[in-house]
Each structure stands twice: as C-alpha cells, then as structure tokens.
C-alpha cells in the first residue's frame, strides 16, 4: 500500500512512517518542519536529542535498505499539497500534521487562530486534494478523545443512538472539547463527514486518547532514529512529564484533585491502530470513528503509579496539586467505549510498572537536558494575558 504520512517528522508521524514502512508499505512523510519551531518559540526542547529528518531517513535507509519518500511543504498550502499527492499517489494519508497541544492554543488569540486555521485549512486542502486527484484514497485522520469531554454519560464509539419525541436517529456523539485545539479536531470531524457525504469521500476518524512511552521496535534500532520525548508544560502529555519529573526529583505537577479522567495509549499502540485503519479501510462515502486508547486512568492515578514505581528504583518523589490553569471537570465520570479496534486485531500494550521504570530510565539517561522551569503550568484558559517567554500578544 502507498502511504503518506502527513506529520512524519512529529512524536506519533516518526514512529508510525518508520513502523509502516517496516511492514512493507511504500511510505512518504510530508512535513513543514513546524513542531521543531514551536520548541524555539517556547524556548524548549524534546528530552530525547532527536536528528533533522534528512539524516533520520539516511541512517534509516542505511539500516534496513527501505526508502522513505519526503515532501517537505505546509499542508495548509494548497499547491504544495495537490502536488505532493499527484506526485506520490497514495492508497491512504495518514494524516496528523497539526498543531495538537491544548496550552499552546490557549496562549492568546494569536495562537488560538493559528492553530484553527492551521488545522482546518490543513484538513480542508486535504479533502479537496483527494477529492480532486485521488477520489478513492482512504483518509486515516488522527482526532481526539477530547472532542467528547466528560459527559455525564457512556461516550460511545463517534455516533449515538436517541430516542426524541417519539422518533429514533444514530447521530454523532455529543462534541464538548475543553480548548481551541481540541475544538479544531471537532470542525475537521465535521468537515470531514460532510465530504464522504457529498462526495462519497472514504475516512476513519480516529480519537486518540493521551499517548504515553517514546519507544518502538523501529526507533531504537538506532540513536540517530531516537523518537520525540516531550516534558514541558505546552507539549508534554501527562505521564511522559511526570515520569521526566520523577527523574529529577520534581514534584509531580497534578492539576487540581487529579481526577481528570482520559483514555491513553502507549505510542507501540498508536502506530499498529494506525496499520488496522490503514488495512480495513472504510467503503467510499463512509465516515468511520474508532476511539483509540486502550485503558483510561485519572491523573492522580498516574502519579501515584510513576511515585511507587520511582520508590522502588530508589528516587523519592512527592506529589503537588497545583491550581488547575485549565478549566476542565477535576472528578467526574467518564466510561468510553473501544470496541471496534479489538475488534479488527489490537492486542494493547497495557501500562506495566516496567514500561514506567523504562520511561524514568530514559528520563535518567537526558536528565541533563531537563530545564525543570518548564515543568510549571504558564498557559491558564482563563487569563487573556498569558505572559510567557515568547510573548504573547
Ligand atoms: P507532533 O506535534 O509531535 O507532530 C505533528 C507533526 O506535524 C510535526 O512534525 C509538525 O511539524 C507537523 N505539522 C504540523 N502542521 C503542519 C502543516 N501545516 N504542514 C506540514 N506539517 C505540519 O504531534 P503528535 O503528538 O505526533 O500528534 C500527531 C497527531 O495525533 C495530531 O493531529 C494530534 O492531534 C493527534 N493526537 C496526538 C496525541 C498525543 O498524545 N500526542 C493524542 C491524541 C491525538
Ligand atoms: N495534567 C496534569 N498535570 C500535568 C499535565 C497535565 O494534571 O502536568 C492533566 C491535564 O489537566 C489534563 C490531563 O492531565 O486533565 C491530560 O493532559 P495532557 O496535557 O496530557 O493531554 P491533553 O492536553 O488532553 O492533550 C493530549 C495531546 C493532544 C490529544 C489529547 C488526547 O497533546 O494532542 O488530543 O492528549 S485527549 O486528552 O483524549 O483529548
């Protein structure tokens, strides 16, 4: 199968281009190289020392003999991307080439618009492109858990079925998202099942829940292919931060009560739901909707794992709660439904102690590249004056 990977320079587009192209699809990475500026404007940096791409996908080739194939463009720019899918004619895009972190939409309007417009125009050209040159390639688009924030009720899987005045319809589930970001992943969902009506479009839309862990089979195979390991407070996922926190003794920074509750995935899962999208594609005209996660926790759970486990390697870790600078539920229910990605053939990874122990192992090994200043939250949902380093409007 013919695959672009929009975003295969990002922490989930890296490991999954590499993994694909392990199982033999023909695979091309499409990037602008934009996440690696967003860590210059906030003055931070991945904890891994990751590579420029060029010289990933040489040592890559080196090893294993397999090309990847590289457009390097802004999928928000028409041209560029009409050009790229002519060019390499995919079978399916994956697509996660956004601007995916909360904080960092909700810095000012400045970034609450750029990452709107970046996102749904990106979608957009996207949608047209295909339409335009390769009407029956699959779109495997990354969304979010976060487009359901924590209803009172089951989420299920995209659609609900409900009962009103007498009559019964399946429509899609409830959208209550928690940022601008989060809210640019519902006007693509909505973009995107409205193209596979009118122009018979075919898509999966998959709501990943936090992805955690850094490693794959194909990432360690070398350190020049080493994967992103995001801590700070704009990029950082919440169990990747605690664990880097726990390798320095920093307290680790629970927001609130800690009963946020989410769906997470170690990335090895990202990257095979990926491959079960990519090999069952939905029928033309179908908008599909996996959630893909494979265990929920609260936060507070997960520090008190990343404490135990961190006691037992011999670092003493205590946990703060911090005012929470997002405005979010700090307990409340939550029971989402992931059915249908077991169904075709995941078997997860589930969080282990020892997949924890080798986080904080990593951590302990780039410990020296930790700036604990960016571990306290800036970015709060309620201030219009963010004051951070890069200088908000
Ligand atoms: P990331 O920021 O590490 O990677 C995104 C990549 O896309 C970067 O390499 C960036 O340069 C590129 N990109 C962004 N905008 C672009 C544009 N306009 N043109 C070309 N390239 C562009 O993010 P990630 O963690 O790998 O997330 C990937 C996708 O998965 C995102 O859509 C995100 O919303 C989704 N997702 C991530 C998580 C998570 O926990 N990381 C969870 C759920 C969903
Ligand atoms: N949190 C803390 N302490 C921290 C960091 C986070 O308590 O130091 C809390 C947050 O308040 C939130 C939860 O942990 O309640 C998750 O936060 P996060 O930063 O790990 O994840 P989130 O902002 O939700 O975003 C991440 C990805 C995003 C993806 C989303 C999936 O960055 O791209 O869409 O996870 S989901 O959460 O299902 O929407």
């Known amino acids: 199968m013919r695959i672009a990977v929009l975003g295969g320079d990002g922490y989930c587009g890296w490991a999954t281009a590499l993994y694909l192209a392990n199982k033999g699809h023909s695979v091309a990475i499409v990037d602008n190289f934009i996440r690696r500026q967003w860590d210059f404007e906030l003055g931070a940096q991945t904890l891994t020392p990751i590579r420029p791409l060029s010289e990933r996908l040489a040592v890559w080739y080196q090893l294993t003999g397999i090309p990847i194939e590289l457009f390097v463009g802004d999928v928000a720019d028409y041209d560029f ?7 390499f004619q995919p079978d399916t895009v994956v697509h996660f080439a956004e601007q995916r972190s909360a904080p960092y939409s909700m810095i000012d309007r400045k970034h609450a618009v750029y990452t709107q417009t970046n996102n749904v125009v990106g979608t957009l050209n996207l949608l047209f492109a295909i339409r335009e040159l390769q009407p029956d390639c699959h779109i495997v688009k990354l969304g979010t858990m976060g487009e359901y924030g924590t ?3 089951d989420i299920e899987e995209g659609f609900l079925t409900i009962e009103h005045n007498g009559r019964k319809d399946t429509l899609p589930f409830p959208k209550q998202p928690g940022s601008f970001y989060h809210l ?3 006007h693509d969902s909505h973009n995107i099942m409205f193209t596979c009506k009118a122009w018979g479009l075919r898509a ?13 089979d194909e990432v360690s195979m070398d350190e020049a292919l080493i994967n992103r390991f995001d801590y700070d407070e704009v990029f950082g996922t919440v169990l990747n931060r605690f664990c880097a926190q726990a390798a320095i003794g920093y307290p680790l920074t629970v927001y609130g009560k800690g009963g946020q509750t989410r769906g997470f995935l170690d990335l090895r899962d990202t990257v095979r739901c990926v491959e079960l999208a990519c090999l069952n594609p939905a029928n033309s005209g179908e908008f599909r909707v996996f959630n893909q996660f494979t265990e929920q926790f609260s936060v507070l759970d997960l520090a008190e794992t990343v404490q135990a486990v961190a006691g037992q390697m011999g670092l003493k870790v ?3 709660h911090l005012p929470d600078p997002r405005v979010e539920a700090e307990s409340h229910y939550y029971n989402a439904k992931h059915s249908k990605l077991a169904d075709l053939g995941l078997q997860p990874h589930t969080l282990s102690d020892s997949l924890v122990d080798s986080l904080i192992n990593i951590a302990l090994r780039y410990r020296d590249r930790i700036d604990p200043s960016l571990f306290a939250p800036q970015v709060n949902w309620r201030s219009t004056q963010n004051q951070r380093r890069i200088g908000s409007e």
Do not use: R
Not at 81 to 87: D, G, M, Q, Y
Not at 205 to 213: A, E, P
């Open 81 to 87: 991307l009409s050009s790229t899918i002519k060019t």
């Open 151 to 153: 209803p009172n009720i």
């Open 184 to 186: 640019s992943k519902v």
């Open 204 to 216: 999966t839309d998959l709501n990943q829940g936090v992805v955690y862990g850094t490693v794959t």
């Open 318 to 320: 205590e946990i703060d």
